[in-house]
């Protein structure tokens, strides 16, 4: 498995932005679609978006569409969120994982273990 690093979080305004970041240290993201999840407090878990390997093909819940971008760096290990138009119910841990495809994903079903996440906290 490789192990997955979320960063870039904090706290930002209603309205705000941030790009959070995952990386994979040691390892690589090489042949899969890297999908980015929330939990806010008290609620399960969620898929927000996913990259396509290539960074050819996104995806996003509802919620986010037109307000997110999920994007990869050119070497394809670092996987980016930039949130825009940040909203109060954006508030939650984000973490990020990883299959094969991004239908997995938009499932919820992902291989690699769950992260520590990153704090996204949006006051209003």
């Known amino acids: 498995q490789v192990q997955l690093v979320e960063s870039g979080g904090g706290l930002v305004q209603a309205g705000g932005s941030l790009r959070l970041s995952c990386a994979a240290p040691?390892?690589?993201?090489?042949?899969?679609?890297v999908g980015w999840f929330r939990q806010a407090p008290g609620k399960e878990r969620v898929f927000v978006a996913a990259v396509s390997w290539s960074g050819e093909s996104t995806d996003y819940a509802d919620s986010v569409k037109g307000r997110f971008t999920v994007f990869r760096d050119v070497d394809k290990n670092t996987v980016h969120l930039q949130m825009n138009s940040l909203k109060s119910e954006d508030t939650a841990v984000y973490y990020c994982?990883?299959?094969?495809?991004?239908?997995?994903?938009?499932?919820?079903?992902?291989?690699?273990?769950w992260g520590q996440g990153t704090q996204v906290i949006v006051s209003s």
């Open positions: 040691g390892g690589t993201f090489s042949g899969y679609a």
């Open positions: 994982n990883y299959n094969s495809w991004s239908d997995w994903l938009m499932r919820g079903v992902v291989l690699g273990s």
